[in-house]
């Protein structure tokens, strides 16, 4: 998710769901402040993604930018203002996955962990 890292995207976290569920291997979770830098992440990763030829099946939430979630089928990219994120606690309902939390000076992303 190096797109999200290059626009500051906060508090990057990947899970691996593919074990937990049947709609998706892995979810992207990261955090803005404010609804500006939200619509603007959301913005520069459809467009990075975009480009490599991977189109959405939805993008939910792009006009009240306190939450976007993205559906790229097996990768779903959830994008929170940071209060919002903490109310949902995504990751608290997934705990049971294997989880990527990527460091803040951390700019860009070449491997998952082996685990993932």
């Known amino acids: ?5 290059e626009r500051k995207a906060e508090e990057l976290v990947i899970l691996k769901v593919g074990e ?8 992207v979770i990261c ?16 467009q990075k993604l975009k480009k490599a030829g991977i189109f959405p099946l939805g993008i939910e939430g792009e006009r ?5 979630l993205m559906d790229y089928g097996d990768v779903i990219i959830h994008i929170f203002y940071k209060p919002v994120r903490e109310f949902y606690d995504i990751e608290g309902l997934w705990s049971d996955a294997p989880r990527m939390a990527i460091g803040e000076s951390v700019q860009k992303l070449t491997v998952l962990n082996d685990d993932m």
């Open 1 to 5: 998710m190096n797109a999200a890292l």
């Open 20 to 27: 937990l569920s049947s709609f998706a291997d892995y979810f």
């Open 31 to 46: 955090s803005g402040n404010s609804d500006r830098q939200i619509q603007g992440l959301a913005a520069h990763i459809g």
């Open 64 to 68: 009240s930018g306190s939450w976007i």
